[in-house]
Protein backbone atom coordinates (compact mmCIF):
# COMPACT_ATOMS: atom_id res chain seq x y z
CA UNK A 1 0.00 0.00 0.00
CA UNK A 2 1.50 3.31 -1.27
CA UNK A 3 1.00 5.49 1.84
CA UNK A 4 2.09 9.26 0.81
CA UNK A 5 3.25 12.12 2.82
CA UNK A 6 2.85 15.79 2.99
CA UNK A 7 0.28 15.31 0.08
CA UNK A 8 -1.59 18.76 -0.67
CA UNK A 9 -5.56 18.06 -1.05
CA UNK A 10 -5.99 20.85 -2.91
CA UNK A 11 -7.41 18.60 -6.22
CA UNK A 12 -9.31 16.56 -3.84
CA UNK A 13 -11.71 19.42 -2.66
CA UNK A 14 -13.84 21.38 -5.19
CA UNK A 15 -13.41 23.80 -3.19
CA UNK A 16 -9.56 23.65 -4.37
CA UNK A 17 -8.48 24.67 -0.61
CA UNK A 18 -4.35 24.21 -0.49
CA UNK A 19 -4.29 22.37 2.94
CA UNK A 20 -1.85 19.46 3.68
CA UNK A 21 -2.35 15.67 4.57
CA UNK A 22 0.84 14.41 6.43
CA UNK A 23 -0.22 11.29 5.17
CA UNK A 24 -2.39 9.93 2.45
CA UNK A 25 -3.36 6.60 0.63
CA UNK A 26 -6.06 6.41 -2.25
CA UNK A 27 -7.89 2.62 -1.64
CA UNK A 28 -9.39 1.28 -4.71
CA UNK A 29 -10.75 -1.89 -3.22
CA UNK A 30 -13.08 -3.15 -0.05
CA UNK A 31 -10.30 -5.35 1.28
CA UNK A 32 -7.30 -2.29 0.95
CA UNK A 33 -9.61 -0.15 2.92
CA UNK A 34 -10.04 -2.80 5.65
CA UNK A 35 -6.79 -3.86 5.92
CA UNK A 36 -6.09 0.16 6.52
CA UNK A 37 -8.40 0.75 8.51
CA UNK A 38 -7.35 -2.19 10.83
CA UNK A 39 -3.56 -1.06 11.48
CA UNK A 40 -4.65 2.91 11.81
CA UNK A 41 -6.31 4.65 14.79
CA UNK A 42 -7.48 7.25 13.34
CA UNK A 43 -8.59 8.48 9.72
CA UNK A 44 -10.15 10.86 7.89
CA UNK A 45 -11.85 10.01 4.87
CA UNK A 46 -12.02 12.21 1.25
CA UNK A 47 -13.74 10.87 -1.89
CA UNK A 48 -14.99 13.97 -4.40
CA UNK A 49 -14.12 16.13 -1.51
CA UNK A 50 -17.63 18.07 -3.08
CA UNK A 51 -19.39 18.43 0.29
CA UNK A 52 -16.55 19.71 2.89
CA UNK A 53 -14.39 22.72 3.74
CA UNK A 54 -10.83 22.79 4.85
CA UNK A 55 -9.98 24.55 7.13
CA UNK A 56 -6.84 23.48 8.33
CA UNK A 57 -4.05 20.68 7.71
CA UNK A 58 -5.08 16.89 8.50
CA UNK A 59 -2.55 15.09 11.09
CA UNK A 60 -4.28 11.58 10.72
CA UNK A 61 -4.36 9.23 7.37
CA UNK A 62 -6.53 10.67 5.07
CA UNK A 63 -7.84 8.07 2.55
CA UNK A 64 -9.41 8.58 -0.44
CA UNK A 65 -12.50 6.40 -1.75
CA UNK A 66 -11.73 5.58 -5.29
CA UNK A 67 -13.36 1.94 -5.53
CA UNK A 68 -15.18 2.11 -8.56
CA UNK A 69 -17.65 -0.47 -10.84
CA UNK A 70 -21.26 -0.95 -11.25
CA UNK A 71 -22.86 -4.05 -11.36
CA UNK A 72 -26.56 -5.39 -12.17
CA UNK A 73 -27.98 -7.26 -9.36
CA UNK A 74 -31.36 -8.18 -10.82
CA UNK A 75 -33.79 -7.09 -13.37
CA UNK A 76 -37.52 -7.38 -13.69
CA UNK A 77 -40.06 -6.13 -16.37
CA UNK A 78 -39.69 -2.43 -15.52
CA UNK A 79 -37.07 -2.23 -13.23
CA UNK A 80 -33.07 -2.41 -12.79
CA UNK A 81 -31.62 -3.13 -9.57
CA UNK A 82 -27.48 -1.72 -9.65
CA UNK A 83 -25.21 -1.92 -6.87
CA UNK A 84 -22.39 1.07 -7.51
CA UNK A 85 -19.16 1.09 -5.64
CA UNK A 86 -18.56 4.80 -3.41
CA UNK A 87 -15.41 5.75 -5.99
CA UNK A 88 -17.79 5.91 -9.32
CA UNK A 89 -18.17 10.14 -9.98
CA UNK A 90 -21.44 10.75 -9.22
CA UNK A 91 -22.71 12.88 -12.97
CA UNK A 92 -20.80 9.85 -15.05
CA UNK A 93 -22.64 6.92 -13.29
CA UNK A 94 -26.24 9.58 -13.77
CA UNK A 95 -24.75 9.49 -17.51
CA UNK A 96 -24.59 5.80 -18.03
CA UNK A 97 -27.99 5.18 -16.96
CA UNK A 98 -29.29 7.67 -19.07
CA UNK A 99 -27.36 5.84 -21.88
CA UNK A 100 -29.09 2.25 -20.88
CA UNK A 101 -32.52 4.10 -20.62
CA UNK A 102 -32.38 3.56 -16.36
CA UNK A 103 -34.94 6.09 -15.22
CA UNK A 104 -35.13 7.57 -12.07
CA UNK A 105 -31.88 9.97 -11.42
CA UNK A 106 -31.76 12.22 -14.41
CA UNK A 107 -33.20 15.22 -12.21
CA UNK A 108 -29.50 14.87 -10.50
CA UNK A 109 -27.16 15.33 -12.88
CA UNK A 110 -24.47 17.24 -12.63
CA UNK A 111 -24.41 16.87 -8.81
CA UNK A 112 -20.45 17.20 -7.85
CA UNK A 113 -19.30 14.56 -5.63
CA UNK A 114 -18.86 10.42 -5.73
CA UNK A 115 -21.28 7.83 -5.49
CA UNK A 116 -20.54 6.94 -1.91
CA UNK A 117 -21.20 10.61 -0.58
CA UNK A 118 -24.79 10.92 -2.09
CA UNK A 119 -26.50 8.87 0.43
CA UNK A 120 -24.89 11.09 2.84
CA UNK A 121 -26.49 14.11 2.21
CA UNK A 122 -29.32 12.72 0.90
CA UNK A 123 -28.33 14.92 -2.33
CA UNK A 124 -31.51 16.50 -4.27
CA UNK A 125 -32.04 18.31 -6.51
CA UNK A 126 -35.55 19.62 -9.15
CA UNK A 127 -38.43 17.76 -7.32
CA UNK A 128 -35.94 14.44 -6.49
CA UNK A 129 -33.97 13.25 -3.83
CA UNK A 130 -31.33 10.18 -4.12
CA UNK A 131 -32.97 8.68 -1.13
CA UNK A 132 -36.34 7.52 -3.67
CA UNK A 133 -33.89 5.21 -5.63
CA UNK A 134 -31.89 3.89 -3.07
CA UNK A 135 -32.68 -0.09 -1.68
CA UNK A 136 -29.32 -0.20 0.39
CA UNK A 137 -26.05 0.96 1.16
CA UNK A 138 -23.17 -0.55 2.25
CA UNK A 139 -19.78 0.11 4.34
CA UNK A 140 -17.16 -0.81 6.81
CA UNK A 141 -17.48 -0.34 10.33
CA UNK A 142 -14.12 2.07 11.52
CA UNK A 143 -13.89 0.78 14.52
CA UNK A 144 -14.37 -2.63 14.38
CA UNK A 145 -13.73 -3.60 10.16
CA UNK A 146 -16.68 -5.43 9.72
CA UNK A 147 -18.56 -5.21 6.78
CA UNK A 148 -22.46 -3.38 7.06
CA UNK A 149 -25.22 -3.08 5.36
CA UNK A 150 -28.21 -0.59 5.68
CA UNK A 151 -31.76 -0.70 4.30
CA UNK A 152 -33.29 2.58 3.17
CA UNK A 153 -35.44 2.83 6.27
CA UNK A 154 -32.53 2.23 8.20
CA UNK A 155 -30.72 4.98 6.55
CA UNK A 156 -32.91 7.69 8.35
CA UNK A 157 -33.21 9.25 5.18
CA UNK A 158 -34.12 13.40 6.11
CA UNK A 159 -33.92 16.60 4.05
CA UNK A 160 -30.06 16.80 3.10
CA UNK A 161 -29.47 14.10 5.77
CA UNK A 162 -29.09 10.76 7.04
CA UNK A 163 -28.11 8.35 9.58
CA UNK A 164 -24.06 8.79 8.00
CA UNK A 165 -24.18 12.19 8.48
CA UNK A 166 -25.45 11.84 12.38
CA UNK A 167 -25.07 8.85 14.35
CA UNK A 168 -22.86 7.09 12.19
CA UNK A 169 -20.66 10.56 11.45
CA UNK A 170 -16.65 9.38 11.50
CA UNK A 171 -17.96 5.89 12.22
CA UNK A 172 -19.03 3.76 8.85
CA UNK A 173 -17.49 4.63 5.38
CA UNK A 174 -19.89 3.82 2.65
CA UNK A 175 -18.37 1.12 0.17
CA UNK A 176 -21.01 0.91 -1.77
CA UNK A 177 -25.25 1.60 -2.75
CA UNK A 178 -27.78 0.51 -4.48
CA UNK A 179 -30.26 1.40 -6.35
CA UNK A 180 -33.98 0.40 -7.88
CA UNK A 181 -34.28 2.65 -11.08
CA UNK A 182 -36.76 2.01 -13.93
CA UNK A 183 -36.17 0.14 -17.19
CA UNK A 184 -39.85 1.14 -18.74
CA UNK A 185 -42.81 3.49 -17.56
CA UNK A 186 -40.43 6.29 -16.06
CA UNK A 187 -41.61 9.37 -14.13
CA UNK A 188 -40.91 12.11 -15.37
CA UNK A 189 -40.41 14.53 -13.01
CA UNK A 190 -41.09 17.64 -14.68
CA UNK A 191 -43.09 19.81 -12.45
CA UNK A 192 -40.51 21.78 -11.08
CA UNK A 193 -40.77 25.23 -12.43
CA UNK A 194 -37.06 25.79 -14.07
CA UNK A 195 -37.46 22.58 -15.57
CA UNK A 196 -40.65 23.58 -16.95
CA UNK A 197 -39.71 26.75 -18.52
CA UNK A 198 -36.58 24.98 -20.14
CA UNK A 199 -38.53 22.40 -21.63
CA UNK A 200 -40.52 24.79 -22.92
CA UNK A 201 -37.73 26.97 -24.83
CA UNK A 202 -36.77 23.49 -26.83
CA UNK A 203 -40.57 22.95 -27.36
CA UNK A 204 -40.18 19.64 -26.02
CA UNK A 205 -44.09 18.59 -24.68
CA UNK A 206 -43.33 14.78 -23.80
CA UNK A 207 -40.20 14.48 -22.27
CA UNK A 208 -37.48 11.86 -22.05
CA UNK A 209 -34.95 11.01 -19.15
CA UNK A 210 -32.70 12.66 -21.42
CA UNK A 211 -34.37 15.47 -21.81
CA UNK A 212 -34.58 16.21 -18.57
CA UNK A 213 -31.16 15.33 -17.76
CA UNK A 214 -30.01 18.03 -20.50
CA UNK A 215 -32.68 20.55 -18.83
CA UNK A 216 -31.27 19.98 -15.51
CA UNK A 217 -27.38 20.38 -16.64
CA UNK A 218 -28.90 23.24 -18.72
CA UNK A 219 -30.13 24.86 -15.69
CA UNK A 220 -27.28 24.29 -13.20
CA UNK A 221 -24.59 25.44 -16.18
CA UNK A 222 -26.46 28.56 -16.07
CA UNK A 223 -26.57 29.49 -12.42
CA UNK A 224 -23.91 27.58 -10.90
CA UNK A 225 -20.13 27.95 -10.93
CA UNK A 226 -18.16 24.73 -12.65
CA UNK A 227 -15.82 23.83 -9.49
CA UNK A 228 -12.77 22.83 -11.99
CA UNK A 229 -13.28 26.79 -12.89
CA UNK A 230 -14.12 28.52 -9.48
CA UNK A 231 -13.36 26.75 -6.15
CA UNK A 232 -17.35 25.97 -4.55
CA UNK A 233 -18.93 23.02 -3.02
CA UNK A 234 -22.48 24.03 -4.54
CA UNK A 235 -25.33 24.84 -1.94
CA UNK A 236 -23.69 25.89 1.14
CA UNK A 237 -26.75 25.88 3.59
CA UNK A 238 -29.38 24.00 3.65
CA UNK A 239 -33.34 25.82 2.77
CA UNK A 240 -34.78 26.85 6.22
CA UNK A 241 -37.69 24.65 7.39
CA UNK A 242 -40.29 27.13 9.66
CA UNK A 243 -43.42 26.89 10.90
CA UNK A 244 -46.35 28.18 9.26
CA UNK A 245 -47.29 30.57 11.69
CA UNK A 246 -43.65 32.16 12.12
CA UNK A 247 -43.79 32.24 7.98
CA UNK A 248 -47.35 33.97 8.17
CA UNK A 249 -45.56 36.61 10.31
CA UNK A 250 -42.46 36.74 8.37
CA UNK A 251 -44.73 37.64 5.56
CA UNK A 252 -46.62 40.59 6.84
CA UNK A 253 -43.28 42.42 7.05
CA UNK A 254 -41.75 40.91 3.77
CA UNK A 255 -44.64 40.26 1.75
CA UNK A 256 -42.47 38.61 -1.06
CA UNK A 257 -40.82 36.40 0.99
CA UNK A 258 -41.15 32.95 -1.02
CA UNK A 259 -42.04 29.25 0.37
CA UNK A 260 -42.90 26.18 -1.00
CA UNK A 261 -45.12 23.66 1.06
CA UNK A 262 -43.57 20.97 3.33
CA UNK A 263 -46.39 19.85 6.07
CA UNK A 264 -49.29 21.50 7.18
CA UNK A 265 -47.78 22.74 9.64
CA UNK A 266 -44.32 24.47 7.85
CA UNK A 267 -42.67 25.44 4.81
CA UNK A 268 -39.65 25.61 2.87
CA UNK A 269 -37.77 29.04 2.71
CA UNK A 270 -35.21 29.25 0.03
CA UNK A 271 -32.24 30.55 1.28
CA UNK A 272 -30.57 32.06 -1.24
CA UNK A 273 -33.56 34.35 -1.30
CA UNK A 274 -32.73 35.23 2.29
CA UNK A 275 -29.34 35.55 1.51
CA UNK A 276 -29.90 37.85 -1.13
CA UNK A 277 -32.25 40.07 0.88
CA UNK A 278 -29.71 40.85 3.34
CA UNK A 279 -27.49 42.05 0.66
CA UNK A 280 -24.63 39.26 0.14
CA UNK A 281 -25.52 38.27 -3.63
CA UNK A 282 -22.27 39.15 -5.63
CA UNK A 283 -20.29 40.23 -2.78
CA UNK A 284 -16.90 39.96 -3.84
CA UNK A 285 -14.03 39.85 -1.27
CA UNK A 286 -11.37 39.97 -3.57
CA UNK A 287 -10.09 36.42 -3.25
CA UNK A 288 -13.82 34.76 -1.62
CA UNK A 289 -16.79 35.94 -2.11
CA UNK A 290 -20.66 34.75 -2.71
CA UNK A 291 -21.35 33.85 -6.44
CA UNK A 292 -23.10 36.41 -8.56
CA UNK A 293 -25.86 34.78 -9.77
CA UNK A 294 -26.56 32.15 -6.99
CA UNK A 295 -26.62 33.52 -3.50
CA UNK A 296 -26.53 30.06 -1.86
CA UNK A 297 -23.14 29.04 -3.47
CA UNK A 298 -20.01 30.69 -1.92
CA UNK A 299 -16.58 30.77 -3.23
CA UNK A 300 -13.01 30.50 -3.50
CA UNK A 301 -11.61 32.82 -6.51
CA UNK A 302 -8.18 31.12 -5.85
CA UNK A 303 -6.11 32.06 -3.10
CA UNK A 304 -8.72 32.22 -0.38
CA UNK A 305 -8.69 29.91 2.79
CA UNK A 306 -11.22 27.57 4.64
CA UNK A 307 -11.12 30.04 7.45
CA UNK A 308 -12.04 32.92 5.12
CA UNK A 309 -15.18 30.94 3.28
CA UNK A 310 -15.67 30.20 6.89
CA UNK A 311 -16.22 32.93 8.31
CA UNK A 312 -17.75 34.52 5.58
CA UNK A 313 -20.54 31.85 6.09
CA UNK A 314 -20.69 33.07 9.98
CA UNK A 315 -21.36 35.95 8.80
CA UNK A 316 -24.44 35.44 6.51
CA UNK A 317 -25.96 33.29 9.38
CA UNK A 318 -25.50 36.49 11.87
CA UNK A 319 -26.95 38.65 9.16
CA UNK A 320 -29.69 36.16 8.37
CA UNK A 321 -30.86 35.63 11.69
CA UNK A 322 -30.91 39.33 12.89
CA UNK A 323 -32.75 40.50 9.71
CA UNK A 324 -35.48 37.27 9.53
CA UNK A 325 -34.92 35.35 13.17
CA UNK A 326 -34.26 32.26 11.02
CA UNK A 327 -30.67 29.84 11.61
CA UNK A 328 -29.45 28.97 8.61
CA UNK A 329 -27.54 25.71 8.80
CA UNK A 330 -24.34 24.97 6.83
CA UNK A 331 -24.53 22.22 4.10
CA UNK A 332 -20.97 21.53 3.64
CA UNK A 333 -19.12 19.80 6.40
CA UNK A 334 -16.28 21.79 8.17
CA UNK A 335 -13.12 20.50 9.39
Not at 170 to 175: A, D, E, G, L
Not at 189 to 215: C, T
Request: glycine share 8%; net charge positive; with cysteine.
Amino acid sequence: MNIQEHISLKEYNTFGMHVYAKRFVSVSSFFALKNILEKEKEVYIISGGSNILLTKDISCLVIHIDIKGISIDKEEENYIYLTVNAGEHWHDFVNWCIAQNYGGLENLSLIPGYVGTAPIQNIGAYGVEVKDAITKVEGIDIKSGKRVSFSNTACNFGYRNSIFKQKLKNKVVITAVSFKLTKTKHVINSSYGAIESELKKKNIVNPSIKDISEAVISIRKSKLPDPKKIGNSGSFFKNPVIAITKYEALQKQFPKIPSYPISENEVKVPAGWLIENIGYKGKNYGTYGVHEKQALVLVNYGDASGKDIYRLAQEIQKEVEKKFGIHLEMEVNIL
